[in-house]
Every structure is written in structure tokens, then in C-alpha cells.
């Protein structure tokens, strides 16, 4: 019972909102059989209907955008009508920078392409509103090492797809041809809406202005309208494009007006009264009374249209609304270039049963597929499957033999040094040794506590915690107790600390001295000298030492004497061909490597020369001054950090403001 009454007021429902076409048999027929109490029924059920659909037409719900200040208005670039170079620009650049890389799974070649058609479409804002089909990527040409040429025609999966870009053969790729295909907007139709422009009649519907309130504009407009919308640009009064914050829509709540719904809901209630008086002698009279007083016309049914607010970064005067457009079909071919790391001669490669070995450029087995895991690790050292001691084996090619050769030792540090040398160690931690990577010859066999490379030298530590140190053909040069020395370069600076045979006045002189050895092993200073910590003989080959006496020298390579800086008062070391020096009254200027005056003495606190410039300070000013005196910038303050980096190309200096600047006088860091 209740299955056909629900079905019978649904048919009345239905019937009653088209009843004017029909006459009073063909209404009379909905209520054949029925009693006039099951006709309340029906009457009370489908009231309960209208009273909701009343509630729901006269609610209009709405989601608001957020508030925002107008002060904070943000205008950006006017949306193009005409956008072809701006997507063919970006997509184009995207694919160029693709990244390919041949991968060999025998007896075929996997062509491992970083592709994925979202991430293109992401390059240009918005695109994806225009619903156009996602771009597409073929393969149409293979380059071959050898020479030769394959033509192809084959379709590329993105890098998100199960589907495997593979071609037939394993010969080694130089490069590909691919061409992209995507589309670009073939013109975009727009219509501005405004106060002066407040109505548009399109093909697919109307366009209404309801109202423009600061940076909110409401408008009504048809279903298919809303749909093909793409972007609504704010317009403000100067006629700048304002960026857009949010936006609401609310669908109107039924296709019949209130006052319809009103009149047809009154005809059942008063009909239901009149029942429940017993008016109706039988089913025809109440029949007669619904057909005569149920209202036959929605005078006022309201046109289907949608609420829909927009807001803005800004107050606007008028909005541009943009609609999807047809597309048109670019096709771009471009080149990449194979990506894959190839061991002078070979590749490493796997077969159907994932096992790796080295194929060479004619895709054929050198080392035969026999290694679950085989990675290369330094030049013709590859590393193998893991062993019984939980690490990896490490192997080496026997390019004669043409064989993957186990090697007992672990390397030790990044390497190569002096282009043939591996440092290793034996075990975790363990002593450290020296091999030549093109022989494999195990040079220096793993006893030393640590193996070291220092400027031009290799050092090595032995368990008593001497340093040997030795060229690189592995000739000693000396010995050092600990780590009294320093390296720079072809020499070696060693500590020789005074002894209490020293005269007192010596000991106050020359708290620690040094002596030269240049890569022979050669002694070169003439005498005791202390030298700077930061001074080395640099790019202008001079050294600034102190003697016993106090006095101050520049000695070149050989410890010959080349400038007696003596008679200034200070000095600094040399850098980029300029070192500081000081006269008698006070003041700072520059020398050159001939020990000729090349900046006069005007500065208060000299700077290390970079290559482009000095900091200095005078009398009056913070600025960097270049080779030639010349100002580049000046600071208004001080500064607490300054570079001090012989030979620099650039330094660095913080001044009290906060900022960093560089040797140009460019800002690195603002506070």
C-alpha cells in the first residue's frame, strides 16, 4: 500500500502542476478506485512536499567569500586574449629540458624519460581551465652511436604510466627526436560586465549584473554560462587588472515561483478541511473542487539562472569574463641528448631475469648478467652483491681479461688524487693504503692511521702520529713529528720552536718561527723568520716574514729578499698584487710587487684586495676603493665582519647596519 501511494503522489504531483492541458476526465482517472479518505491522504503527504519546496525556494544559500581590506588591493598582469606565444614559449622550454637516459633490460633498450604532460601543463597558470586534451609526446627518430639512424614512430608514456617506453636492440643511443603535440587557445571570447554593461544575451544564456559592492561583484547567470567559464578578471578604476580572492554560487531553490507553490498548497489544505467537515458527499464532488481550484498558470516562474559572487584583492568597477575556447594544435620537435653513464666502453646493463652485467657499445655481454646488484663506484671499480660481512662487494674491470675482479680493500675518502690515486682502508675504520686505479696496484699497502691529501702533497699519519709527507710519485719529502706544519701550495711551512738555549730577547722577538721547504724538500729561508698565519707565497710568489731583529721582509720562491719593508711601520701580506703598508705618520696606502707605491697614503684601517677591490676606511668614509683608488661605493657605517681571503675573487663585509655586501658593493644579504 505504501509503495503505490508514494507512486500516486508523485502521478498527482505531477499531474497537478500540468493539469491545464488536461481536462477533468483525464484528471478524474489519477483517483480511479480511491476512497475520499485516501485521498487526504494523498493530500496531506504532498503538502508536506510543497511546504518544503516553498522553504527551499525562498532560501537563498550561499557561501561568502572572505572579507578583505581594500587597502590591500593587488593588481596582476591583464589575463591575455591571446595567449599562443606565452604557452608555445613555456611548453617548448619545458620539453627541451627533459631528461633522458637509456637503460638496457636485454635484449631491448628502455628509454627512461622523465616526461609527465601535468607538470607541463603546470608551467603556464590556468591552462588546465581550458579542458583541452593533456599534451602528448612521440618518439620519432633514435641516433646511434655508431652513426646510424632509426626512424620511429611510437607513442611515449609519461613518467606516471605503468606503460614501458622500450625499443628493439641494445645498441648505445646518442640521442632522440620526440615531437610534442598540444593545444593553444584559438582566440578567447570574453564580455565585460559593468554598471554601464550590466546584461548580455549570449547563445547558451544570460549574463545579469545584480550588483558591484567595493570588491564583490554579484551577478545571475545561466547554468551553461557558469560552465564555460575559464576566468573573471576584476577591473578597477584606473582599468589595472585586480587579482581575484574567491568565489560563491547558489542554483535558485525550485522552477516554480512561490506564490504557484502557495496557491496549489492552500487548494489541498482547504480541501483537506472540507473533509475533515464531511463537505463532499463522495469522490466526485472533491475531485471537481481540486480540478476547479488548483491554479492552472505560473504567471510568475522564475527564469533558471545561478547566484554568483566574485571577489576580488581590490575594489573593482567591472569584470572581463573569459569563456573556454576552441583549441588549435601546436606540434614541436626538439632533441635530447642520452643521459646514461657509459665506463669508457661499456655499460652497465640487466637482462629479463634482472641480472646485471656490462654490455659494450655493440650491445653485446663483456660481463655476462651473473650480479643481482652492480652499480659503478670510481672509475673501473664497480660495486657487487652484498657479502657475508653485510656490505657490498667492491669489484674491478680487468679490461684484458675482461672480467669483473674481486678487490679485498673499502676506499677511503672521495678521491681520484693526482689522477691515479684511490686512498683505502682495510675493513671499517681500518688502516689506510694507497692503490693506482688504472693498475689496480696496491702502491702503499693499508698500515698507515690516516692518508691525507695538503695542497700539493699527499700526508701520510702513522700509528706513532708522524706525518710522512710525499710528492706525488709517492717520494718522501719529510718527516714531521705530530702536526707541527702547514701546506700551502708546492711548499711546507714546519714549526721550529725555541728551545730554552734561546736568548731570552730572541724568545720575545720570534715567539715561534718557521722554516721553507719547496717541493724537493729543499730548505729556502736564509734565516729564522715568523711568518703570518694567513700569508703564503700566492699568485705574486712573495712571502711576508719577520726576522729576529723584528724587521719585515717580502721574500720570493728562492728566500731571497725582494722588498725591505722595513722602514714602514706596519705591514700587510700581498694579495691580488697589492699588500697594505704604513708610514711613519700613521697612514695606509698600497704597494705593487716591485715594492713601488701604487695607492698613496690616505686610509686609517686598510683591507685585503680582493680581485675586483679593497675595503678601506679614512678620515671621513667607509668605502671600496679599486686598484686604481678609485671609489666603487661608499657606507655610511662601520663594519663588523670583514673578508680577509688572500687572493680572493670576491669577499665578503658585514657592516653594523645589518647588511652584506660584496667586493662590487652589491648587496649579498639585506638585514
Known sequence: MKKSLSLLILTFFTCSLSFAQNNMDEFKKQFKGKSIEEIKEILVDQNKQLSSMIKLSSLSIKITPGKLDPKESKTSEKFSTSPKNKIVSAFNEKFDKLYFRQEVIYPNTYLGLDFSASSIMYSV??????????????????????GKTENQDQDIAGRDSDVVNEIKGTKWIDSIQLEATYYYPDGLSFIN?????????LNDGKVILVDIKGNEINLKLSEKIKDKIIKVEGINASGKSIEQSGS????????????????????????????????????????KYLYQNMPKEDKEKPENLTNVSYSFRGNITAVNIFFKPKGAIENYSFTLKNQADYIDGFIISKNKKGLFGLLDDKGKWVVEPTFEQLDQYKSDYFMGDVGDDGYRKV?????????????????????????????????VNGPKGIVNFNTNEILLAPTYDNVSEDGNFLVLTTQDQKSVIVDENLKTIMTVDGYNYKIHGNYIFKEKPYTKKEKFADYITLSRTEDIYNSSGKKINKEDYVIDTYDNFGMDSLLLVKNKAGKQFFINTKGDVVIDASKYKDVQFFSNGLAAVKNQLGK????????????????????????????????????????????IKKFADGFRVRGVGKDAETLKYTNYNGNTYGSKGEIIREK
Do not use: C
Not at 193 to 201: A, F, L, R, T
Not at 395 to 412: A, G, H, T, V
Open 125 to 146: 597558470n590556468d591552462y588546465d581551465s581550458y579542458g583541452f586534451p593533456k599534451p602528448s609526446l612521440k618518439l620519432k627518430k633514435v641516433y646511434f652511436k655508431d
Open 193 to 201: 560586465v559593468s554598471e554601464k554593461n550590466p546584461s548580455h544575451v
Open 248 to 287: 560563491s554560487s547558489s542554483n535558485i531553490g525550485s522552477n516554480f515561483s512561490v506564490a504557484f507553490l502557495q496557491a496549489m498548497y492552500k487548494t489541498g489544505e482547504d480541501a483537506i478541511a472540507k473533509i475533515d467537515k464531511k463537505e463532499y458527499q463522495n469522490v466526485d464532488e472533491l475531485i
Open 395 to 427: 669489484l674491478w674491470l680487468d679490461r684484458k681479461s675482461q672480467n669483473l675482479i674481486p678487490f679485498k680493500y673499502r676506499f677511503y675518502k672521495d678521491g681520484p688524487y693526482f689522477n691515479k690515486y684511490y686512498f683505502i682502508e682495510d675493513g
Open 588 to 631: 695606509w696606502g698600497y704597494i705593487n710587487p716591485k715594492g713601488d707605491v701604487i695607492i698613496p697614503f690616505a686610509y686609517t684601517d686598510p683591507g685585503v684586495f680582493s680581485k675586483y677591490s679593497a675595503l678601506v676606511e679614512s678620515a671621513t668614509d667607509y668605502m671600496l676603493i679599486d686598484k686604481n683608488n678609485k671609489p
